[in-house]
């Protein structure tokens, strides 16, 4: 098993302006003229990688070995919006070219590697609201294989009108108020991290990710207990070693959430914790989200174990260890 160190990271959630003064001054002439959801992309990723240590001059040569995996549920699902009801109130001639570029799911993802020069793996996926999740095992899948010497990983979705009506016309009830969020970290190569005595946020040990299924024989729950199980089992870490968990769930899924840690983690009680009662339904954030709060509120190097889980069945366990006081 490789551990993939985390050096930092970054969240914003519920903002209504989206902070870009921290941001080096080409960076911010990008975001004030991006979408939503890439200027909260780009201003979490300028603090997590100025806390790194890993902010370049925009002028400079590109890196090859540091890139960008980003989840999302929703991507670029305002400005296709935008774009459309340009498109119907004004026909062909009201298309926005600048508005079409954006209109791509990994629009985001490939804005920041443009602004900071990042041109290692660039990669977007979505997994519902268990996408943030699944980039941050993508992204230690990627380190460890060698592809990359660093990574901005994490998630993001943007929340507004069209989104909301298009939730509640839907009959997608999230059970929490959906809300708007970041979440970045940067993870490393370890031996990478070292030599320039990086901080150290935390340390990945393990991630499984899977599908629950409907199931109306009352087995529901299997697929997220078998990710949880993996995840241990990658991470090497015993049930009965958990400072806390991230409960993730949708209050609809609880009890299926509840079948799965006791069928993973048997007598073994770690502390609950649940960030999205304060934060909301966070979305492809959420993974993420959750981490950080994990590694913020464990004993130092004590290994928690963060979930997702979403009403698309997609879900997600990842195993990560605080940082050492």
């Given at each position: 098993m490789s551990r993939i160190t985390i050096t930092a990271g970054h969240a914003l959630a519920s903002v209504t302006h989206v902070p870009l003064g921290h941001l080096a001054e080409a960076v911010q002439a990008r975001a004030a003229r991006s979408e939503r959801i890439t200027a909260l992309t780009l201003a979490a990723a300028g603090a997590a990688l100025a806390a790194a240590g890993l902010v370049s001059d925009p002028a400079a040569s590109p890196s090859p070995r540091i890139g960008v995996v980003l989840g999302t549920a929703f991507g670029c699902f305002l400005t296709n919006a935008a774009y459309q009801d340009r498109l119907a109130d004004g026909g062909p001639p009201a298309a926005s070219p600048r508005l079409f570029a954006a209109t791509v799911s990994n629009a985001a993802a490939g804005e920041l590697a443009i602004a900071y020069r990042l041109a290692g793996p660039g990669v977007t996926l979505t997994a519902g609201a268990a996408s943030g999740l699944a980039a941050l095992g993508h992204a230690?899948?990627?380190?460890?294989a060698g592809q990359a010497d660093a990574l901005?990983?994490?998630g993001v979705d943007a929340l507004g009108a069209p989104l909301t009506r298009w939730l509640a016309e839907?009959?997608?009830?999230?059970?929490?108020?959906?809300?708007?969020?970041?979440?970045?970290?940067?993870?490393?190569e370890p031996t990478f991290a070292r030599a320039r005595a990086a901080p150290v946020l935390g340390t990945a040990l393990g991630h499984a990710s899977g599908f629950e299924p409907e199931a109306a024989d009352g087995s529901a729950g299997d697929g997220l207990a078998r990710a949880v199980s993996a995840a241990l089992e990658e991470a090497d870490?015993?049930?009965g070693d958990l400072a806390l968990a991230v409960s993730a769930a949708?209050?609809?899924?609880?009890?299926?959430?509840?079948?799965?840690?006791?069928?993973?983690?048997g007598r073994a009680r770690p502390r609950i914790v649940s960030p999205k009662d304060t934060y909301g339904e966070t979305f492809g954030a959420a993974g993420p989200l959750a981490l950080l709060t994990a590694l913020a509120e464990a004993p130092g190097g004590a290994p928690v174990l963060v979930l997702d889980v979403?009403?698309?069945g997609h879900v997600g366990a990842l195993v990560a260890e605080s940082a050492s006081t």
């Open positions: 230690t899948d990627l380190l460890r901005v990983a994490g839907g009959g997608l009830n999230c059970g929490r108020p959906p809300a708007e969020a970041v979440a970045l970290l940067v993870l490393e870490v015993q049930p949708p209050p609809a899924l609880a009890g299926l959430e509840s079948r799965a840690l006791a069928a993973a983690l979403c009403a698309s």
